[in-house]
Nanobody, 114 residues
Framework: VQLQASGGGLVQPGGSLSLSCKAY????????MAWHRQAPGKERELVAT???????DYADSVKGRFTVSRDNARRMVYLQTSSLKPEDTGIYYC?????????WGRGTLVTVSS
C-alpha cells in the first residue's frame, strides 16, 4: 500500500490550501480514508475521515473549515482547508487501514503564518 500526499505549503492566516492523496495497493472504493496531522511538539491527531459511502467525520477543531472528499475513479482523497489558523500548522498525513495494518503517507507540511 502506498499513499502519496501533496499540496502543502505556506499560507497566511485566513487562507486556504487543498491537499490531495493518491492511494495504491488497496481496493480504494471500499476503503475508509482519513487525514491526520501532527503539530510541532504534539501527538498526531485525526482531522477527518471519509468512508466508502462518502460519509464524513471531522475533528471539532476543523468542523466548518475543512472538507474531505474522494474520487474513487481516480483513487484520490482530498482535504480542502479554509479559514486556516496558526494552530493548523503541522504535517498532514493521508491514512488508511487495510489488511489489518495501518498505512500512512509520507506527509505534507502545512504552515500557517503571516
Amino acid at each position: 500500500v502506498q499513499l502519496q500526499a501533496s499540496g502543502g505549503g505556506l499560507v497566511q492566516p485566513g487562507g486556504s490550501l487543498s491537499l490531495s492523496c493518491k492511494a495504491y495497493g488497496v481496493n480504494f472504493k471500499i476503503t475508509t480514508m482519513a487525514w491526520h496531522r501532527q503539530a510541532p511538539g504534539k501527538e498526531r491527531e485525526l482531522v477527518a475521515t471519509i468512508n466508502s459511502g462518502g460519509g464524513t467525520d471531522y475533528a471539532d477543531s476543523v468542523k466548518g473549515r475543512f472538507t474531505v472528499s474522494r474520487d474513487n475513479a481516480r483513487r484520490m482523497v482530498y482535504l480542502q482547508t479554509s479559514s486556516l489558523k496558526p494552530e493548523d500548522t503541522g504535517i498532514y498525513y493521508c491514512y488508511t487501514r487495510a489488511y489489518d495494518r495501518n498505512f500512512w503517507g509520507r506527509g505534507t507540511l502545512v504552515t500557517v503564518s503571516s
